[in-house]
């Protein structure tokens, strides 16, 4: 072999391996981008899930506190009709006989049982309501009168913890589902008292 032969040769290996080397570095460096392209896809996958369980989780909780909501409202206006027909019989406006005023005594200590099991004693708003509704119990044990400003102040205070709560839920859903709050804000109350706004 002619050394124009041999360097004819070698150029053409030294050709292929640089080829070689390039090709593979090429590869390596497609694969190492698919593979975080991959990586980077599997993680905004795995997001995507985690926030789409987050809100359903969310979506069931408010479900859940709106549900609360209205049941506590309904049992608050149960309770305000009965009070102001204790209040018309101890007025003696009304006239019942013993066995109507223990049922209707019954019925008020139930409803202020059940509307104290749906408050939570760690909220001030709710100890507040709690609180005066213990006082009634109280006043309907010692057969005392029932006076209008104290049938006023637990209508009052339980408007005002249904408002607090419809905010709350309202906050609730917007940080969860932003575009599901309209831009006028929380929900109003249903109330029509004045004294609860």
Do not use: C
Not at 135 to 144: I, Q, S, Y
Not at 155 to 175: D, F, N, P, Y
């Amino acid at each position: 072999m002619s050394p124009a032969e041999f360097l004819t040769i070698a150029g053409l290996l030294t050709t292929l391996v640089v080829a070689g080397i390039g090709a593979y570095s090429v590869l390596a460096a497609a694969r190492k981008q698919a593979d975080a392209a991959l990586q980077a896809a599997r993680e905004q996958a795995h997001a995507s899930q985690k926030l789409a369980i987050l809100q359903v989780e969310a979506a069931l909780a408010a479900s859940g506190r709106q549900q609360w909501i209205a049941t506590l409202r309904v049992e608050l206006a149960e309770l305000a009709g009965e009070l102001f027909v204790a209040q018309s019989v101890a007025d003696r406006s009304w006239s019942i006989d013993l066995e109507q005023a223990q049922a209707l005594g019954v019925r008020l200590l139930r409803l202020m049982a059940r509307i104290n099991l749906l408050l939570n004693d760690n909220d001030a708003d709710h100890r507040e309501l709690m609180s005066a509704l213990s006082t009634f119990v109280g006043k309907l044990h010692d057969r005392e009168k029932l006076e209008n400003s104290a049938i006023n102040t637990v209508l009052r205070l339980g408007q005002k913890v249904v408002r607090l709560e419809e905010e709350r839920l309202a906050r609730i859903t917007e940080r969860t589902f932003p575009a599901a709050v309209p831009d006028g804000g929380p929900p109003q109350s249903h109330s029509t008292s004045k004294g609860a706004r």
